[in-house]
């Protein structure tokens, strides 16, 4: 069983009350008390307290991330002094080679500690800034000491392909390890711990109680990532993007995994914005196959490289991905790579639903696109492959011009919008996006009743283009529905089951009114 712990960095004993019932109310299998926050801590006291969780006691040194400067000799009487009441202790692999008489106090506290399964002294070794040149030889050297019971290796991950080392020393070592990259790009060396047999990993108690950079809470661990549900057979979706950790995917895909029950866990990406780094992380994710990669949501900026990818590894691209140049959906199949977009089909789909008909029944309708960038692609190339009758308004001419002719469409310029006769108006634009909600692309004396209008901008959930077209009687489609739809479509893909589109819209909104407790804030 990887344990769940909970890092307690109290500077008082009333918070320290206070944190170890927190940490036991949220869930954690261990809290890891950080002696060196509380110098003025004593046995008793701790005792005082009627903790009921397993402890883990660390009086970690400044040197490697922690507050206490007193010496090698007064952290390792801490420890002697602690152990009778702790479950597990942790010292650093460089303390323990200080001397042989530090050697020996540690070897006293981890006599006098309780265990867990066995698994008594934690030696750990911290890098805040980067990936130590010696990962493997410190590794080994922890391997090498008898009284060493668990190994712990952290370091600063400065792009996400060095947690594949981190992962083979999760899957491979034959000592219980404690492995984690730092930050957000190895945040995934935190939440797939379990499923790579890792001995532990960390969760904070709330945002602003990390003991480390990418330390993600409990409750987003718990709710949002599904540690509980777990194993090591759980299936691995992502969504590659930079930046990543705003993305909603994470909280509407795993809600739609738990509900469906299926067995996978889907995590952010982050991946520096270079062809290089994109191509570097799938070939190194694909080339183990006990990592269980599935399926991809890929988002801005790696749209185009996964359409390199695919191409590059001879997979399959869908047609209308192909024209657009743009793939969001990478999907991972007995050896091959199948790329899609669902950004054009979630559009699509959203505006059927709401007008109750098939694509097809779209055909020759005037629709009015405005803005003419990436966005506008996808949604361009979805009109026309129904057989609407699209004309692209933008800001810059050129730009909509060379869309509508690559798409078979016209181009107006901007102060045009809307000729009469427009029965769908679609913005593409991120004009009314919050936090600008007072912007809008369209004045309200330019739209029609009889008009179906949709804005693919989905904060806020209704834009002024949105409320002012309602008030006049149109029909509307909003960006949450877009979003939706997208998703749905790569929850079906990868799973062959139908998405529970309901639920997956209340999460979104959930996300957006700040009404999920997972959420990471």
């Known amino acids: 069983m990887t344990l769940l712990i909970a890092p307690i960095t109290a500077s008082t004993a009333e918070q320290l009350t206070a944190d170890l019932e927190r940490a036991c109310q949220l869930g954690a299998d261990i809290v890891e008390l950080r002696l060196d926050y509380m110098p003025d801590l004593n ?8 903790n009921t969780l397993p402890l883990l006691i660390t009086p970690r040194r400044k040197e490697e991330g922690g507050a206490s400067d007193a010496t090698d000799a007064e952290r390792c009487d801490r420890l002697v002094e602690f152990a009778p009441q702790a479950a597990l202790c942790d010292t650093e692999l460089a303390t323990w080679e200080t001397a042989a008489a530090v050697r020996h106090r540690i070897a006293e506290a981890r006599a006098a500690v309780r265990g867990m399964d066995g698994q ?4 750990s070794a911290h890098d805040f800034e980067k990936r130590p040149a010696d990962f493997w ?5 922890m391997n090498e000491i008898d009284a060493c019971d668990v190994a712990k290796i952290v370091f600063q991950a400065r792009h996400i392909s060095e947690t594949f080392e981190v992962f083979d020393l999760m899957h491979e070592n034959a000592k219980p390890v404690i492995a984690i990259a730092m930050g957000e790009a190895g945040l995934i060396t935190r939440i797939l711990a379990k499923k790579f047999g890792a001995f532990a990993t960390f969760a904070s108690l709330e945002a602003g109680k990390e003991s480390a950079p990418g330390q993600i809470t409990l409750d987003a661990m718990k709710l949002l990532y599904r540690w509980d549900a777990m194993r090591p057979d759980t299936t691995v979706y992502g969504v590659i993007g930079n930046p990543v950790g705003h993305s909603m995917s994470p909280a509407i895909h795993n809600a739609a995994f738990s509900e469906c029950d299926i067995n996978g866990a889907y995590v952010p990406l982050l991946i520096e914005p270079t062809y290089e780094h994109f191509e570097d992380f799938l070939r190194e994710a694909l080339a183990r ?7 991809c949501s890929v988002t801005i900026p790696h749209k185009d490289n996964a359409l390199r990818f695919t191409c590059e590894c001879g997979g399959y691209v869908e047609p209308l991905a192909g024209r657009i140049g743009a793939v969001n959906t990478l999907t991972f199949e007995d050896g091959r790579i199948l790329a899609h977009n669902t950004d054009y089909a979630g559009a699509m789909d959203a505006l059927t639903d709401t007008l109750g008909c098939q694509r097809g ?9 405005l803005g003419a960038g990436g966005a506008a692609r996808g949604v361009v190339a979805g009109l026309r492959d129904s057989g609407c009758k699209v004309t692209i308004y933008n800001r810059t001419p050129e730009r909509a011009t060379r869309l509508a002719e690559e798409f078979g469409c016209t181009a107006a310029p901007l102060a045009e919008r809307v000729r009469p006769g427009t029965q769908i108006v679609v913005n593409t634009t991120s004009l009314g996006m919050h936090p600008n909600v007072d912007d809008t692309p369209l004045p309200a004396d330019r739209l029609q009743t009889d008009m179906t209008v949709f804005d693919t901008v989905y904060n806020p959930i209704e834009t002024r283009l949105l409320r002012e077209a309602r008030a006049l009687g149109c029909r509307t489609v909003d ?3 877009m979003f939706v739809h997208q998703a749905a479509a790569q929850f079906e893909r990868w799973t062959g089951q139908s998405a529970p ?3 997956m819209r209340q999460v979104v909104l959930a996300r957006l009114t700040g009404a999920d407790p997972s959420a990471q804030r």
């Open 361 to 369: 029944d779209l055909h020759g309708n005037e629709v009015a696109v």
């Open 43 to 50: 046995p008793a006291a701790l005792a005082a307290v009627g």
């Open 289 to 295: 196959p006990w990592f269980d990669l599935r399926g």
């Open 137 to 141: 030889r410190i590794v080994g050297r």
């Open 501 to 503: 589109h309901a639920l």
């Open 479 to 481: 960006g949450v529905a």
């Open 120 to 123: 008594k002294l934690i030696l």
